[in-house]
């Protein structure tokens, strides 16, 4: 795959806590029109990664790649920040993050949540968001709850109405921090059912994810994390059909589906 085809691209990467390293050099890659899954136990560095991704964490050591344009940093260690403002913005908002928990505006509707960023972050036309929002609503499946609040919404709703929220703002790619583990199996397949949609859209995305099924249908790639290093990567068949390290064998038999 050319550099210029890769959306983002993450060259040895370290994170850490104070003391504590969360990531220990990591490498990895979403091509345009690609979705790459993240797979791993609790506390192997997934949403992390994920958050450097998106520059919501700073990085110790390492390269993040957007669209082939490095990010600029200043310092070094735990005092490395990045260097230029300008380039932050330009990148997160062409960076559109699902979080587990929804973080829906609960004095908004659901149309007024999905319109708000386009219009005060990019300053796009207001007519013109609300057509996009609608459309996007539509597409999630949740277009009758417009004029609702989230609070009057089921949690499957509410994390539909999230992703309506970062597909209106016309990213280059979707970030999904662990998007079902929060709702019931039910409320789950609602969200499931959209991200697939959305995968074969070509859309480009990283999914960090506990379901396993959810990352062998619609990714691309797989990443298996374990203590802040990728332990095995590979195409979904490889990685979930014939696993070679024994970490990941002994993971996939504690959380695959029977």
């Known amino acids: 795959m050319p550099k210029e085809e890769l959306v983002i691209e993450i060259r040895d990467l370290h994170k850490s806590f104070g003391s504590l390293e969360v990531l220990k050099g990591v490498d990895i890659a979403a091509p345009a029109g690609h979705t790459v899954a993240m797979i791993g136990s609790s506390g192997s560095g997934k949403s992390t990664l994920l958050r450097c991704c998106n520059l919501l964490e700073d990085s110790q050591q390492g390269d993040v790649i957007f669209c082939g344009e490095p990010v600029k940093w200043k310092g070094t260690g735990l005092n490395r920040h990045p260097a ?107 969200v499931v059912r959209v991200i697939k949609a959305l995968a074969e859209e070509g859309r480009t995305m990283i999914i960090v994810t506990h379901d396993m099924r959810l990352a062998a249908d619609v990714s691309d790639h797989v990443v298996f994390l374990h203590k802040g290093r990728i332990e095995e990567e590979g195409t979904p068949e490889d990685v979930f059909g014939a696993p070679r390290s024994e970490r990941l064998r002994g993971f996939l038999s504690s959380t695959m589906p029977a």
């Not at 009758?144 to 919404?153: F, Q, R, S, T, V």
């Open 84 to 190: 230029d403002k300008a380039q932050i913005i330009r990148i997160r908002t062409n960076l559109s993050m699902v979080f587990q928990q929804f973080n829906l505006w609960a004095h908004m509707t659901v149309l007024q949540n999905v319109m708000e960023a386009p219009v005060t972050v990019l300053g796009r036309d207001k007519h013109e968001v609300e057509a996009s929002a609608r459309k996007y609503l539509e597409k999630v499946g949740i277009a009758e709850k417009a004029d609702a609040y989230p609070a009057m919404l089921s949690g499957g709703q509410q994390q539909r109405a999230a992703i309506a929220r970062a597909l209106c703002m016309e990213p280059k790619a979707l970030l999904f921090d662990e998007p079902t583990s929060a709702l019931d199996p039910e409320l789950e397949q609602e």
